[in-house]
């Protein structure tokens, strides 16, 4: 079981990710179970609601899971960077990433599926770390992070966004 990560692990900011991941839970097993989640979520969301958007300049439902999709794969990124080697990664602004998409012209189905191929494939990585590799750690966005950081991170980001798309959308 991969340990939770220390305050001095990640930014402020991070916080939000890292605390949505409960206490003593083991953070593979809860990426692999919100793998499912938000899988079984999106390919059975009804096509009339992928175009919603709970206010004016809020992301719609495909552009939210084109986001959970982007950090997952930055944070990811990021990760397997880390724990190779001691290395400095540029920022990510999430809005750029999801305004220079048009994600609202796919299908929530094809969406869906990107999201199940990618957590896939972070899981593959993310198993196959080793002790010293989850507590390596680089900076990104001018911030310090461990590899079990960004983990964590990548766990509680998209139960973040599952509860907003629960309290807000659906």
Known sequence: MIARPQLNEYPVFA?????????GADVMQLLTDSLTETYELFSTLPDEKALFAYAEGKWTVK???GHIIDTERVFAFRAFCFSREQITLPGFDQD????????NSRSLQDLAE??????????????????????R???????????RALI?????HVLH??????????
């Open 15 to 23: 916080s939000t990710y890292v605390n949505m991941v409960p206490e």
């Open 152 to 156: 964590y991170m990548t766990a509680g």
């Open 63 to 65: 552009e939210v899971l």
């Open 137 to 147: 750690n680089g900076t990104a966005s001018g911030n310090y992070l461990t590899v």
């Open 96 to 103: 750029t990433y999801v305004n220079n998409t048009d994600y």
């Open 161 to 170: 966004h599952l509860q907003i798309l629960k309290e807000r959308y659906l």
């Open 114 to 135: 990107e999201f199940k191929v990618t957590r896939l494939s972070n899981l593959y990585v993310f198993r196959n770390f080793t002790e010293e590799q989850i507590n």
